[in-house]
């Protein structure tokens, strides 16, 4: 680990960057994991479809805000590096303070399908962390946006834990001693991408928070799929609205 870490400096070979044609973009920006969260939040916004060059992975939408810049919705992410590429991306168009609404497996017997989550902080299982190097005493989301989202579900009469939570490149890799060791350790659940964004905000000195559905439960070491529940679906679409609410502020 050392003689890997010893290679990374700051010069770099290819800068994220604005291109020609690309937006700008407001302070507030949208990463929303899942195509079909994505879909629901676009239609909500009334959000068009922005032009970006084609190396980037996902898409990119545009909601108008009054006289003021556009908010950003991107997606859908699949794991920490596509989460990188598409939150460096926001960031070169203008993004200061990042919004993710994800799913995540549940650890923890208290929490069941549709519950939401904010993440605080997260172990890392994955590859794309390491790459943006950070102390980890201050490896956490944001307070400040933390607290106003806590603020926000308070209001809308909408339950959530908040806590750490487990991220992993390898979905078919949650074993059970990994599922009961972290569930004692007290992590909340288990998903794809936060750790990598949480260094990459830290990196770029911009602000992170996150939205987390429990879409599945793994702590009873059977894996219950929650997906087409519909408490779930209801869930995820409050979860959506008041995301987009916070950020069209």
Known sequence: MAKRNSLIDNNVVIEPRREK???????????????????FMVHLS??????LEPFNPFKLFIAKRDKDL?????GPVLGAPQGVIVMEKLISLG??????????????????IGDLI?????????GTS????????????????????????????????????WTTDA???????????????GLLAVEMEMSALINLAIYRSVELAGLLIVSD?????????????????????????????LCMV
């Open 46 to 51: 009334h959000a068009e479809r922005a032009v």
């Open 70 to 74: 556009p908010l950003a919705l991107a």
């Open 118 to 126: 904010i993440p605080t902080t997260s172990l890392s299982e994955e």
């Open 171 to 185: 979905i078919y890799r949650e074993t059970e001693k990994k599922v009961i060791a972290y569930g004692k350790r």
């Open 21 to 39: 044609g690309e937006p700008f973009v407001g302070p507030n920006a949208l990463m929303v994991a899942t195509p079909s969260e994505l879909a």
């Open 130 to 165: 390491h790459h943006y190097p950070v102390n980890k005493k201050t490896r956490q989301t944001s307070s400040l946006l933390n607290k106003r989202l806590e603020h926000a579900l308070l209001k809308a009469n909408l339950p959530f834990k908040k806590g750490p939570v």
């Open 217 to 245: 439960e793994l702590f009873s070491l059977e894996w219950h799929n929650g997906v087409g529940a519909e408490v779930f679906k209801k869930r995820s679409r409050e979860a959506g609205r008041l995301l987009l609410d």
């Open 95 to 112: 993004a200061k303070r990042i919004w993710v609404l994800g799913w995540c497996g549940s650890l923890q017997p208290y929490l069941l």
